[in-house]
T-cell receptor, first 111, second 114 residues
Framework: SQTIHQWPATLVQPVGSPLSLECTVE??????LYWYRQAAGRGLQLLFY??????ISSEVPQNLSASRPQDRQFILSSKKLLLSDSGFYLC??????????FGPGTRLTVT | AQSVTQLDSHVSVSEGTPVLLRCNYS??????LFWYVQHPNKGLQLLLK??????LVKGINGFEAEFKKSETSFHLTKPSAHMSDAAEYFC????????????FGGGTRLMVKP
């Protein structure tokens, strides 16, 4: 079965600093991969998805970017964090139809 | 286009009583539907899924949901709530498009009183 790993689990960063969140997938090959953000008390917002190496689609224009350097690696980045980037970031993946499997998430607090 | 409406943002039940979390969807195609559960500061865990087979779907931890096409509903139920069921629940739809794109409901927070 598929397992999604994310790190770090929590992160506190000052405004204007860079960001790199990593997601790796185990147990499958050529998955579709997704980054979501969940603001406090709200639902999930899809940020990026990728159907293959180097293929990134952005759903929401913002201060963030994503990259997929390897089949099972998905990275979320920012050059300069904003206060509004605070939230809970979830990586998900799927290698076939239907459901997505989620990682444990990263709690980002921008101060 | 597809959308999901979770009719209650908060539901409170007593331990041992039934749980009902309501979900209505709209989809242009034959959808697949899911319920996910999220405990505080954790990722989402799949509870159950409907993918055009049996309309009554059984999931983990005693939960089940019934797909009713005529009512465009996919309500989540459990006969007897347990304290450990307290969490956020998301109803999710996909129209089985090539990108496996999911549309999430706004979530329902389930509180279980002792």
């Amino acid at each position: 079965s598929q397992t999604i790993h994310q790190w770090p689990a929590t992160l506190v960063q000052p405004v204007g600093s860079p960001l790199s969140l990593e997601c790796t997938v185990e147990g499958t090959s050529n998955p579709n991969l997704y980054w979501y953000r969940q603001a406090a008390g709200r639902g999930l917002q899809l940020l990026f998805y990728s159907v293959g190496i180097g293929q990134i689609s952005s759903e929401v224009p913002q201060n963030l970017s994503a990259s997929r350097p390897q089949d099972r690696q998905f990275i979320l980045s920012s050059k300069k964090l904003l206060l509004s980037d605070s939230g809970f970031y979830l990586c998900a993946g799927t290698s076939g139809p239907y459901e997505q499997y989620f990682g444990p998430g990263t709690r980002l607090t921008v101060t | 286009a597809q959308s999901v409406t979770q009719l209650d943002s908060h539901v409170s039940v007593s331990e041992g009583t039934p749980v009902l979390l309501r979900c209505n969807y709209s989809s242009s195609y034959s959808p697949s539907l899911f319920w996910y559960v999220q405990h505080p500061n954790k990722g989402l865990q799949l509870l159950l899924k409907y993918t055009s087979a049996a309309t009554l779907v059984k999931g983990i931890n005693g939960f089940e949901a019934e797909f009713k096409k005529s009512e465009t509903s996919f309500h989540l139920t459990k006969p007897s709530a347990h304290m450990s069921d307290a969490a956020e629940y998301f109803c999710v739809v996909t129209d089985n498009n090539a990108g496996n794109m999911l549309t999430f409901g706004g979530g329902t927070r389930l509180m279980v009183k002792p």
